[in-house]
């Protein structure tokens, strides 16, 4: 399966934005998309994941409350919808297919080649 992640680009701090992550296979029940992004000089965070099968999302503590993991099943695309962006946000965000619900990079299999989204102050 390749992921094609897009979206990214620069906005202003209190911004939305709204990244999408288009699967080329099918996305089964038993998948977890995710989303993870890296700050420059910073080690890959995990910013939010869902379990396909039920749509529910889960989300890293520094996202949550103002970003959403909506999806299209008929596109096999998830979406990450970023509201009240923060200059802290400015990273390039990677989109992945998992088998769990997992903040943890080991356990996403597939990856897409990441979108860059710079927030200005």
């Known amino acids: 399966v390749q992921l094609q992640a897009s979206g990214g680009g620069l906005v202003q701090a209190g911004d939305s934005l709204r990244l999408s992550c288009a699967a080329s296979?099918?996305?089964?029940?038993?998948?977890?998309m995710g989303w993870f992004r890296q700050a420059p000089g910073k080690e890959r965070e995990f910013v939010s994941a869902?379990?396909?099968?039920?749509?529910?999302?889960y989300y890293g503590d520094s996202v949550k409350g103002r970003f959403t993991i909506p999806r299209d099943s008929a596109k096999n695309t998830v979406y990450l919808q970023m509201n009240s962006l923060k200059p802290e946000d400015t990273a390039v965000y990677y989109c992945a297919r998992g088998r769990q619900a997992s903040k943890w990079e080991n356990d996403y299999d597939y990856w897409g080649q990441g979108t860059l989204v710079t927030v200005s102050s």
């Open positions: 869902m379990r396909w099968s039920t749509g529910y999302g």
């Open positions: 296979g099918r996305i089964f029940s038993s998948h977890v």
